[in-house]
Structures are given as structure tokens and as C-alpha cells.
């Protein structure tokens, strides 16, 4: 099985920066390695529905995709050697206030639904006070 964990959540003020971090450790079925797998970031707010924030291959030189609410302010990357994936946020708004979740799949992801993914981490909190 895979495991991830995020960290790096925590309370900001408005037009303040996070970096949120996503460690996967494990290894998937058929001896795959983390590092082949989609790695996507989603977010859930209280009394809504997750959403999608952001999303990187693990193929092509990791081609990235945003949710226009978060595009020019939110970065996602990875390293793949250390297994990690990053969340980089700036300008933060408080509508930006949500537990933000770590998403794994193997293989290509085309779509931003949170059913797309296999493999979750716990959530970490973001606050963002105006």
C-alpha cells in the first residue's frame, strides 16, 4: 500500500504564502513506484464538496493544470527522488480556508474529480484570516 502525508498547513493572514508538502511513501501494486503515479492536490471547506486545486503528471517533465480560483497564485511540483509532492501557495485568501488533501493515481489523470484518485492523505488545515 501507499501512504501519504501532508504537512505545512497552519494559520496566515490574507496575501500570505504557505508551502504545503506531501510525503508518499509504500509501494503500489505490481511493484510500481510512487514516482509514476499523478499526484494531485484537492481541498474541502466545511459544508462543501471537495474540490480540485491542482494536478501534475508524473510523465512529460510534469505538466501541471490548475482550478482557475487558485491559477497564477498556487504552484504544485514534486520531487520524485525523495517522493515528494509540494503545494506552494501565495496571495492566499480567506476563501482559501479549507483541509487540504494529497491525491495519488498510477497513470495518467484526466479528470478533476476526486474519484479519479486512489490514494488519499489525511488532510491538513489551512487558515486563512482576512
Known amino acids: 500500500q501507499v501512504q501519504l502525508v501532508e504537512s505545512g498547513g497552519g494559520l496566515v493572514q490574507a496575501g500570505g504564502s504557505l508551502r504545503l508538502s506531501c510525503a508518499a511513501s509504500?509501494?503500489?501494486?505490481?511493484?510500481?513506484?510512487?514516482?509514476?503515479?499523478?499526484m494531485g492536490w484537492f481541498r474541502q471547506a466545511p459544508g462543501k464538496e471537495r474540490e480540485f486545486v491542482a494536478h501534475?503528471?508524473?510523465?512529460?517533465?510534469?505538466?501541471?493544470n490548475y482550478a482557475d480560483s487558485v491559477k497564477d497564485r498556487f504552484t504544485i511540483s514534486r520531487e520524485n527522488a525523495k517522493n515528494m509532492a509540494y503545494l506552494q501557495m501565495n496571495s492566499l485568501k480567506p476563501e482559501d480556508t479549507a483541509v487540504y488533501y494529497c491525491?495519488?493515481?498510477?497513470?495518467?489523470?484526466?479528470?478533476?474529480?476526486?474519484?479519479?484518485?486512489?490514494?488519499w492523505g489525511q488532510g491538513t488545515q489551512v487558515t486563512v484570516s482576512s
Open positions: 509504500g509501494r503500489i501494486s505490481s511493484g510500481r513506484i510512487i514516482s509514476r503515479y499523478d
Open positions: 491525491a495519488a493515481q498510477f497513470g495518467p489523470v484526466y479528470s478533476r474529480s476526486p474519484a479519479a484518485y486512489g490514494y
Open positions: 501534475i503528471t508524473s510523465s512529460g517533465g510534469g505538466s501541471t
